[in-house]
């Protein structure tokens, strides 16, 4: 949940004219980046391309004096885009939120009967406002600013977390954990971390004897939905490293849960929510474990849905309302669950401000496994690639 360069994704392929993005591009983090004297960020949840990315603004002090200028605070245009890139090799951002990373993911096979959807993120090198390759790191979360990363290695479920400075591209710290994490996520303030725990891998695959994917082949790898290795959760103070495990079993959850199914944090950093696969579609828990309502705004938001709150709170981003020839999202009332406005956008992944959204469009002509990053507005049908 870094917040400085996610957002500024909204070119990640481009309407009909763009060559279609490479194979697996699945993952970005929105971040807002700093531009102003008074600087704001925002934190962004990873995502595949069927499932989105969230951004909250959160104010940040001044930074001192001797410290280094990072990339995505220097370029104050209020939107950079490279259309051209695909995927993206410079920074590319709207308003205050910019892409801070983003992935590409592989089967990897482990052994006859196994493989493990791998990624591969290119992380935004702040000194020079380029995404780069780091294949060390098996799941990333970019902190409010921009400035830290919060990485695990490879081989999940791991017993540590990595903190790693976006200026240098080292760990500066590493905060050990007493049961194998395989998610992890910042608070929108940047203080707590919480970290999903599971007893075996939730990205392992096995062999089915059949064409799972439409590709004319058998044998291919699947994940097995029938079950979850998810096991709780940590909370872990960033600065003391002190981190406090709950148990939440699955069966305990209300409703099924996939083989990944993470924890995140509510917008007020005070309880933490995860998706369920039937209604009422996600749980929310204390940070003791404990099951707790949905926080009042919360209540109409779906865990699919990322780009959740809109900066002032006044609006709830919803789910898809697209027909047959279009693809549309709605935007609703947070506190009715009222239906206020349709924008373009089949996946809303992060608010820019309170009219503006980065949203997943589907490709004239094309199916929703070419989708282009777009600008929308509320009130408006034309998107900005």
Request: charged share 30%.
């Amino acid at each position: 949940m870094n917040v400085d360069e996610l957002v500024r994704d909204s070119l990640r392929e481009q309407a009909a004219e763009q060559p279609p993005l490479e194979p697996g591009f699945a993952d970005r983090v929105l971040n807002v980046r700093r531009r102003r004297r008074t600087r704001r960020m925002a934190t962004v949840a990873a995502a595949t391309a069927a499932v989105v990315a969230v951004a909250v603004a959160v104010p940040l002090l001044e930074s001192g004096k001797d410290e280094v200028r990072l990339a995505s605070e220097m370029n104050k245009s209020d939107i950079i885009a490279h259309p051209d890139q695909s995927p993206p090799r410079d920074l590319i951002a709207a308003g205050d939120v910019a892409l801070a990373a983003y992935y590409t993911y592989d089967t990897v096979k482990t052994s006859e009967d196994t493989a493990v959807r791998q990624r591969t993120y290119r992380i935004l090198d702040q000194r020079n406002g380029k995404y780069v390759k780091d294949d060390r790191w098996s799941m990333v979360s970019v902190a409010p600013g921009m400035r830290t990363a919060a990485v695990l290695e490879r081989d999940l479920p791991v017993e540590r977390i990595g903190l790693l400075d976006l200026a240098t591209g080292e760990v500066d710290r590493w905060l050990p954990v007493g049961r194998g994490v395989a998610s992890v996520e910042f608070s929108s303030d940047g203080d707590k971390l919480v970290a999903t725990t599971y007893s075996k891998n939730p990205d392992l695959l096995t062999r089915v004897d059949y064409d799972s994917d439409g590709d004319g082949k058998k044998n291919d790898y699947e994940v097995d939905h029938s079950k979850s290795h998810r096991t709780g959760f940590y909370i872990v103070d960033v600065d003391s490293g002190k981190a406090d495990w709950s148990k939440v079993v699955p069966e305990a959850q209300g409703g099924l849960v996939n083989a990944r199914q993470d924890f995140f944090f509510s917008g007020d950093a005070k309880s933490v929510y995860t998706g369920l696969t039937m209604e009422p579609h996600q749980q929310y828990y204390d940070l003791k474990g404990n099951k707790v309502p949905a926080p009042p705004d919360e209540m109409y938001l779906h865990w699919s849905v990322e780009a959740r709150l809109s900066p002032d709170g006044k609006l709830a981003a919803g789910g898809f309302a697209g027909g047959a020839r279009t693809t549309a999202s709605w935007i609703l009332d947070p506190r009715t669950g009222k239906r206020l406005h349709k924008v373009r956008g089949q996946q809303l992944l992060a608010w820019v401000d309170n009219k503006r959204l980065i949203a997943w469009d589907i490709t004239p002509g094309a199916n929703e496994f070419h989708n282009a990053l777009v600008l929308v507005t509320i009130g408006s049908d034309k998107t900005l690639p």
